[in-house]
């Protein structure tokens, strides 16, 4: 494994922080940020991408001339992927035994769907990182201190940079010992920034605490229109999100609270998912050297916003971010062979629309034509029949009307990532 030579962390901090602040002024139109990423991804790929093993054969003088890759392409050759030559037996060896090699930082992804990601970066990229994550979210830093509590279920070093910072305190809470566990010590550390997945603000939110930050961000989980209404009218502020994956940074939100995509760091190709009017991106992270990520298809769905953000910025935006395509129900048609693809956003609003006591459910997709619906053990009977007519209505409209079988249970905070709307059963792959 080759060692990287590395500037002085700190170093790389500020001259990430001060670019990340400096191009928001800048780039005021679309051509600015197209002429900056053109610069940055010309460079990157003649010096860092033709040197990666995976590419090394490859013609890369162009972003499009490169294939387009995949989780399961990436994990099957990690080592074809990163600098450090590191495999992903050992890479998940170290990871599992906390351990780091060389100068090397080693995370994964949580791994919802059972199918985690490594990452593999140096010490100057995690200090880069974080001046970027400064420079977007922390306008009045460093003229004013932060003292910022990270609450996400699988902790990495990637996080403990910001410790060494004089006017910045991170802590990190791991979600994994539970919530109820680690909020006596989130009240006491007093943090004025919190960042936290949904159902976490959620659930502090609807507790008798006396935390009082001043800025509240959404992370690592779908942000529910019913979450943020919680959330906001308890703590009385603007409650931002950050898009944020294996992958990359992908997005944060302004200060009008429109979620922008990274472009400053990040290239992005949106290409449309069929039946909808959504996207699912293929990320291209032109600032990152020991591990290439180029033309990787993420997993997601989004729908972008039409209108301009009355902050002007240049970088598009996104309206919401709507889940996995994963999770979207395939559901007999009736009549006909052809499946019925339904998004997990318009299954959500069917249920939450039906009766407004409705604040939390999960809706699963158990079989071909089997839906299981769970519900609070506090809403009325008569929430339950509307939630149940109105997805009835719905998927009838669509064409489709498979078996719905409903509970009432209590539902807590899930310790991995919280999916309303979860695809549990999946078409066995023909043999043919």
Known sequence: MRLVRQPVPILRLIASFVRTRLLTRRMKTRADVEEWQRRRIRSWLRHTVSSTGYYR???????????????SIVMAAFEQFNSAGLSSAEGWRLFNSNQQRDGYIIGASTGTSGNRGLFVITNAERYEWL????????????????????????????????????????????????????????????????????????????????????????????????????????????????????EGLLATSCAHG?????????????????????????????????????????????????????????????????????????????PGARSVPVTPDVLRNAILDSDRSITDFRLLQTGPDELQLILPDTVSPGAVIAAEMALARLLQKLGTQPHISTEKRILLPPAVKLRRVERRWHAPRSSE
């Not at 979620?259 to 069929?274: G, I, K, T, W």
């Not at 298809?297 to 971010?321: I, Q």
């Open 57 to 71: 054969d490859r013609n890369v003088d162009e972003l499009d001339d490169l294939p387009i890759v995949d989780k």
């Open 131 to 246: 001046g970027v994550m400064l420079g977007k979210l922390l306008p009045a830093f460093p003229f004013e201190t932060a003292r910022i509590a990270l609450i996400l279920p699988l902790h990495t070093a990637l996080y403990d940079s910001a410790n060494r910072t004089r006017r910045l305190n991170l802590e990190f809470f791991d979600l994994r010992r539970g919530v109820a566990a680690i909020a006596p010590e989130i009240v006491g550390f007093a943090p004025d920034t919190i960042i936290a997945p949904p159902k976490v603000l959620r659930w502090l939110a609807e507790q008798d605490h006396t935390l009082a930050p001043k800025r509240l961000f959404s992370a690592a989980e779908i942000l529910d229109p019913v979450d943020r209404e919680v959330i906001e009218r308890r703590y009385r502020t603007k409650l931002g999100e950050i898009y944020m994956a294996t």
């Open 258 to 334: 429109t979620l922008h995509l990274a472009e400053d760091v990040m290239h992005f190709e949106l290409q449309p998912v069929p039946d909808s009017d959504l996207v699912s991106p293929v990320v291209s992270d032109f600032t990152r050297r020991t591990q290439v990520v180029a033309r990787y298809r993420m997993n997601d769905l989004l729908r972008m916003r039409t209108g301009a953000c009355s902050c002007g910025s240049p970088l598009r935006a996104v309206a919401e971010v709507i889940g996995r395509c994963d999770d979207i129900f395939e559901l007999p048609r009736t």
